[in-house]
């Protein structure tokens, strides 16, 4: 069953979470199936991206869709993973072209999605009570680091853009075959006061106040080290591989830490589809009747599916009539309907 576990490292500003993605994971791969499937490397770069927004989704606990994106220039033109504060997730890939073949290693992002150094990562945030005209938080990097050096891993990616937008400090280990999808984070929470320092300091001078939060970030930032390097060690073949106890404990046995209740079954991570005959109803509508009407004429109806779950929504001709009779119909302003 697909988990999610998160734990805390005792009196250390230090937390993770890891999560193992199984069924969920392979549900999806099998709606795949029926479109002929992804190259491996498509698989683990998808699966590796599935974990890391689960991870990201249960870290920030955002109350509407996290949906982390990769814009690609090579063989992979977009990859998305999409979870919900429920934790309820979807993935889908649009592949063009022949990918590497992933039997002789991992394949980089470079050979993917950053062929031409155009390549995009984009970490959406899209409010469950968006207002219309709002537009969604988005934030977009691009696949480099800081010394312009090409980054070729998924989690080099995002340790990068946490540090950055977000200024958080954060260990990423990800993996992804297709039986599995599952990842580490380990991440140093921000110190108590860190950005308060004068109204919380009351009878410290501020120089007094300043000198301990640095003493305290000294602590504090070794033994997010520590932990960290520790997390950097599991190999890809134990995050795939091992329960999560054993997991833990070969990595963490000499760090006291306390963990939660995993989240599994009906509030962990799995699989749903937000896609439904209304929304792909609405999109007809967008487009518009004429360019309905012309799909009608060659094709005999209109047949759209869901690149997620792999639903086919069939409209034949009096379906895709219906559609442009509204309620409203005849009313000023939908100069659409004839
Ligand atoms: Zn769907």
Same mark, same amino acid.
């Given at each position: 069953?697909?988990?999610?576990?998160?734990?805390?490292?005792?009196?250390l500003?230090?937390?993770? /979470?890891l999560?193992?993605?199984?069924?969920?994971?392979?549900?999806?791969?099998?709606?795949?199936?029926?479109a002929?499937?992804?190259?491996?490397?498509?698989? &683990?770069?998808?699966?590796? /991206?599935?974990?890391?927004?689960?991870? /990201?989704?249960?870290?920030?606990?955002?109350?509407?869709?996290?949906?982390?994106?990769?814009?690609?220039?090579?063989?992979?033109?977009?990859?998305?993973?999409?979870?919900?504060p #429920?934790?309820?997730?979807?993935?889908?890939?649009?592949?063009?072209?022949?990918?590497?073949?992933?039997s002789?290693?991992?394949?980089?992002?470079? #050979?993917?999605?950053?062929?031409n150094?155009?390549?995009r990562?984009?970490?959406?945030?899209?409010?469950?009570?968006?207002?219309?005209?709002?537009?969604?938080?988005?934030?977009?990097?691009?696949?480099?680091?800081?010394?312009?050096?090409?980054?070729?891993k998924?989690?080099?990616?995002? &340790?990068? $853009?946490?540090l950055?937008?977000?200024?958080?400090?954060?260990?990423?280990?990800?993996?992804?075959n297709?039986?599995?999808?599952?990842?580490?984070?380990?991440?140093?929470?921000?110190?108590?006061?860190?950005?308060?320092?004068e109204?919380?300091?009351?009878?410290?001078?501020?120089?007094?106040?300043?000198?301990?939060?640095?003493?305290?970030?000294?602590?504090v930032? &070794?033994? $997010?080290?520590?932990?960290?390097?520790?997390?950097?060690?599991?190999?890809r073949?134990?995050?795939?591989?091992l #329960?999560?106890?054993t997991?833990?404990r070969?990595?963490f046995?000499?760090?006291?830490?306390?963990r939660?209740?995993?989240?599994?079954? #009906?509030?962990?991570?799995?699989?749903?589809?937000?896609?439904?005959?209304?929304?792909?109803?609405s999109?007809?509508?967008?487009?518009?009747?004429? &360019?309905?009407?012309?799909?009608?004429a060659?094709?005999?109806?209109?047949?759209?599916?869901?690149?997620?779950?792999g639903t086919? $929504?069939? $409209?034949?001709?009096?379906?895709?009539?219906?559609?442009?009779?509204?309620?409203?119909?005849?009313?000023?302003?939908?100069?659409?309907?004839?």
């Amino acid at each position: 069953m697909s988990e999610l576990h998160k734990f805390l490292f005792d009196g250390l500003p230090v937390r993770g /979470m890891l999560v193992r993605l199984t069924d969920a994971w392979q549900d999806m791969l099998a709606r795949r199936q029926q479109a002929g499937g992804y190259p491996q490397a498509v698989t &683990e770069l998808l699966g590796e /991206m599935t974990a890391a927004a689960t991870l /990201m989704q249960a870290n920030i606990k955002f109350n509407g869709a996290l949906i982390l994106q990769i814009m690609g220039d090579g063989p992979v033109k977009l990859a998305v993973a999409e979870v919900q504060p #429920d934790l309820s997730l979807r993935a889908t890939a649009t592949v063009v072209g022949e990918v590497a073949d992933a039997s002789a290693g991992v394949v980089k992002l470079s #050979d993917m999605v950053n062929v031409n150094n155009q390549g995009r990562c984009a970490i959406t945030l899209d409010p469950k009570d968006r207002q219309p005209g709002q537009q969604p938080y988005q934030g977009v990097v691009p696949l480099f680091g800081d010394r312009h050096e090409k980054l070729e891993k998924l989690s080099e990616v995002i &340790e990068h $853009y946490m540090l950055q937008s977000e200024q958080l400090d954060t260990r990423l280990v990800l993996a992804a075959n297709d039986k599995v999808a599952a990842g580490l984070l380990i991440q140093r929470l921000p110190v108590k006061g860190e950005n308060n320092l004068e109204g919380n300091q009351a009878g410290q001078s501020r120089a007094d106040a300043l000198r301990s939060a640095d003493e305290d970030q000294i602590g504090v930032n &070794e033994d $997010y080290n520590r932990i960290s390097i520790l997390a950097a060690s599991l190999k890809r073949e134990e995050l795939l591989e091992l #329960d999560v106890d054993t997991i833990l404990r070969r990595l963490f046995w000499e760090e006291q830490h306390t963990r939660f209740e995993p989240l599994a079954g #009906d509030t962990g991570p799995r699989f749903a589809c937000t896609c439904s005959r209304d929304r792909v109803g609405s999109m007809l509508r967008s487009l518009g009747v004429a &360019e309905v009407d012309s799909i009608i004429a060659e094709q005999g109806q209109v047949e759209v599916g869901c690149e997620f779950c792999g639903t086919q $929504y069939r $409209y034949d001709p009096v379906d895709a009539a219906h559609l442009f009779v509204l309620p409203t119909a005849g009313a000023p302003g939908t100069d659409h309907i004839q």
